[in-house]
């Protein structure tokens, strides 16, 4: 019975901080959205965000010791830029890429020694 009444307050906090992390910076920030340094980070901030991920999903995600090394992974990527740039919709080129990644873990084609 304790282990419930600790479980529903953790899950009260932890749902409180995630809220007030979404937040703050609205309440905070709301006077100052025409600073040049909030302009120069709202500009480049998602795309250098986007590229450090992309660069550890390949670090994490590839198969590197494959005949061809993290081919598994770069196709996906480069079918996700295409079709981000081809359509500028972003569920699509997210859902493709993923279909895509699936395919060729699931498929075995890239998998170490082939």
């Known amino acids: 019975m304790v282990e419930s009444y600790y479980l529903a307050a953790f899950i009260a906090v932890s749902a409180l901080a995630t809220f007030a992390t979404r937040v703050v910076p609205f309440l905070f920030f709301e006077r ?3 600073h040049p340094l909030v302009k120069h980070i709202g500009r480049f901030l998602p795309a250098a965000v986007m590229a450090l991920l992309a660069t550890v999903f390949l670090q994490r995600s590839a198969t590197w010791q494959a005949t061809l090394p993290g081919l598994d992974a770069l196709l996906p990527a480069l079918l996700v830029v295409m079709i981000h740039l081809w359509r500028r919709n972003a ?3 997210i859902a493709a890429g993923t279909v895509a990644y699936m395919a060729a873990q699931q498929s075995g084609l890239f998998a170490p020694g082939l």
């Open 32 to 34: 100052h959205t025409d």
């Open 91 to 93: 569920l699509l080129s």
